[in-house]
């Protein structure tokens, strides 16, 4: 694929039963519809960082697709992007993913572990329909913010599995009141914010903003102390 190229078009290899390898130029930021389905000897896909869009489909039917990598940028996993891939066994979706479509990963039936950001808000209609082999879901929220997930029908396996919850609350911010468990600071919400983005560009908080409301959550494999040290220490280098 020529650097001059900016997207890979609907069915651009639709059916390319031989084809094992894509090297894809930084020039291209969408894949459309359907653009690898039925690619059956296509083993290992890793979708480029600048990649901001994935198309319905898109890689739907490669039946021997094991492993793919999804970009930080991409905010849906369209519908039946990877349905029908069988010996997909693990899948690990970026903090941006907002949602993921009907179909997803329909009767990827080796399956066996997903790891879903927090800021998912919804699942659609049999997104995991027959992934009978799933038994992990890595969530990066808390257990009350997978509770509040609108997941539709047809994903009755998600109630069966093993969700490991990454993350728990740091600090709430409402205006510019920071409340750190019983205690309240009164911050510069605009300073604090930068840094706020500092720490989770370095991955290791995520936030959860909405209107008038921040909530920081932090993994739970780390203290806040040792956060700021980690942080600082690779600030000084």
């Known amino acids: 694929i020529g650097n001059s190229v900016t997207s890979i078009g609907d069915y651009a290899f639709y059916n390319c039963t031989s084809l094992t390898s894509v090297t894809i130029p930084d020039?291209?930021?969408?894949?459309?519809?359907?653009?690898f389905s039925f690619?059956?000897?296509?083993?290992?896909?890793?979708?480029?960082?600048?990649?901001?869009?994935?198309?319905?489909?898109?890689?739907?039917n490669c039946f021997h697709l094991v492993s793919v990598t999804v970009p930080d940028g991409i905010e849906s996993i369209g519908k039946n992007t990877f349905?029908?891939?069988?010996?997909?066994?693990?899948?690990?979706?970026?903090d941006s993913v907002k949602s993921i479509g009907n179909g997803a990963f329909a009767q990827c039936h080796r399956l066996e572990s997903i790891t879903i950001p927090a800021s998912v808000t919804e699942i659609g209609w049999g997104a995991f329909r027959y992934?009978?082999?799933?038994?992990?879901?890595?969530?990066?929220?808390?257990?009350?913010?997978?509770?509040?997930?609108?997941?539709?029908?047809?994903n009755e396996v998600l109630n069966n599995v093993n969700i490991t919850y990454k993350n728990e609350l740091?600090?709430?911010?409402?205006?510019?009141?920071?409340?750190?468990?019983?205690?309240?600071?009164?911050?510069?919400?605009?300073?604090?914010?930068?840094?706020?983005?500092?720490?989770?560009?370095?991955g290791y908080i995520t936030?959860?903003?909405?209107?008038?409301?921040?909530?920081?959550?932090?993994n739970t494999d780390r203290t806040p102390q040792g956060i700021m040290r980690e942080y600082y220490e690779k600030r000084m280098r």
Do not use: H
Request: aromatic share 10%; net charge negative; glycine share 4%.
């Open 27 to 35: 020039s291209v930021t969408t894949i459309g519809n359907a653009a």
């Open 39 to 60: 690619c059956d000897t296509l083993e290992e896909f890793v979708i480029p960082d600048q990649i901001t869009s994935i198309g319905e489909s898109a890689f739907e």
């Open 131 to 154: 992934c009978t082999s799933l038994t992990s879901v890595t969530y990066s929220g808390t257990e009350e913010m997978w509770n509040e997930i609108f997941i539709e029908e047809e």
């Open 83 to 94: 349905a029908y891939c069988p010996m997909l066994t693990e899948v690990i979706l970026p």
């Open 207 to 218: 936030l959860n903003r909405t209107a008038g409301l921040d909530m920081v959550y932090v």
């Open 170 to 202: 740091l600090f709430v911010c409402i205006s510019d009141a920071y409340v750190f468990g019983k205690k309240v600071f009164n911050l510069d919400r605009v300073l604090v914010n930068e840094y706020l983005d500092q720490l989770r560009v370095s």
